[in-house]
């Protein structure tokens, strides 16, 4: 099967770029050939894997969004015109799946979309108190997901929430739910080292989204060191003062490294899908401590592998508690690390993926 994919990929650095990738990785040993035009560098993984990408640099912006759009339809038409593809594959229904959309109706392929979280929640009919305060903006990406959601064969869902939501807005037929697994030979606890202060651990950008503010206040009120991974020191100093138990690590390579160096996960964020940074810090032995946010709701159970909190007092106040319990602080490790192990698994993923891709086939071949 050809697929013209238009997603974040590697090497950019983000939890749908990952996901993507191990998926479309392990699917090319059965049989799949992918084009992905991405944001960044063009990359030939393998005979069947090759991203085209755009160059257009890691800064997210409105701007940046629309150029991405406009370039992946002209990238895509070319490519269309060399290789009969089966289908057009879009990741987050934002500017990559917008693309994807006008692609679907310019070359009539099949369209199949992959929703990440906040994409789909903003969708929510509980959130449209919200919507009075947004702008022409909001309500344009707003049509433009619905018009995407209404042309797709299938909706792929990667967590619960959003395959709630879409049940909710009336595409209930359509929207299957496939989470992502995670990697256990790259992800794992090592030996953790007892610590007077057990190291915490946040992995995602210095975003509002992410309430970096929340992050820096909770660090104030402690004395655990806490590594911020994936923002750098000038971005998170726009949300708060920096005290000297933080360091501001950034982009990196290591994460597995840091993960093993670290006990318990901190997750502030507002809104988040199937996050991937929980995952993989649960399956390296991490706690995690985090808002009722996407997934974490139904992967954590409060007290037993994790805590769910609602406010930063809360966060602080658990944090202590584990701290002054170290017994409680291995034992909830190991209670994630088993969640991760039963729940979480890339094989089952790309088997479900797999069949998801071979049922579509059947299906539009029915239809001709």
């Not at 339809?73 to 009969?84: D, T």
């Not at 990697?183 to 309430?211: C, H, M, Q, W």
């Not at 086939?361 to 029915?366: A, G, Q, R, S």
Request: with cysteine.
């Amino acid at each position: 099967m050809n697929i013209l994919a238009v997603t974040p990929f590697p090497p950019q650095k983000s939890g749908g770029a990952t996901s993507v990738y191990e998926f479309f990785i392990r699917l090319t040993t059965q049989g799949y050939n992918f084009k992905v035009i991405s944001y960044l560098t063009s990359i030939k993984y393998s005979s069947n894997l090759e991203s085209v990408g755009l160059d257009l640099g890691k800064e997210t912006s409105f701007k940046r969004g629309v150029k991405f759009i406009f370039n992946s339809i002209r990238v895509g038409r070319k490519l269309n015109k060399k290789i009969h593809f089966d289908l057009i594959y879009g990741k987050n229904i934002t500017s990559p799946s917008f693309a994807a959309y006008f692609l679907s109706l310019l070359t009539r392929k099949p369209l199949v979309v992959h929703t990440s979280g906040a994409d789909i929640q903003e969708l929510d009919p509980n959130q449209e108190r919200q919507i009075f305060s947004k702008g022409f903006l909001f309500f344009l990406t707003k049509f433009l997901r619905r018009r995407v959601l209404s042309r797709a064969s299938i909706v792929i869902a990667n967590n619960k929430i959003d395959f709630q939501v879409l049940r909710d807005i009336g595409f209930k037929e359509k929207t299957i739910l496939l989470r992502n697994g995670v990697d256990k030979e790259k992800f794992s606890p090592g030996v953790k080292e007892v610590k007077d202060y057990p190291t915490l651990i946040f992995v995602g950008r210095a975003e509002i989204e992410k309430n970096p503010d929340h992050l820096l206040e909770i660090a104030s009120e402690l004395k655990n060191p806490l590594l911020l991974i994936g923002g750098s020191h000038e971005e998170f100093s726009r949300f708060g003062e920096i005290s000297k138990n933080v360091e501001v690590i950034g982009i990196t390579n290591e994460i597995e490294t840091l993960y093993k160096k670290a006990d318990i996960f901190i997750q502030t964020s507002s809104s988040e899908g199937l996050s991937n940074a929980l995952l993989e810090a649960m399956a390296s032995g991490n706690v995690p401590i985090t808002y009722p946010s996407g997934d974490a709701i139904y992967i954590i159970e409060n007290g037993i592998n994790g805590f769910i909190c609602n406010s930063k007092e809360e966060i602080i106040d658990k944090v202590k508690y584990l701290t002054e319990n170290k017994n409680k602080l291995q034992e909830m490790g190991e209670n994630a690390l088993k969640t991760i192990h039963e729940q979480f698994d890339w094989s089952k993923s790309v088997k479900e993926m797999d069949n998801i891709l071979k049922n579509f086939k059947e299906i539009e071949k029915e239809k001709i």
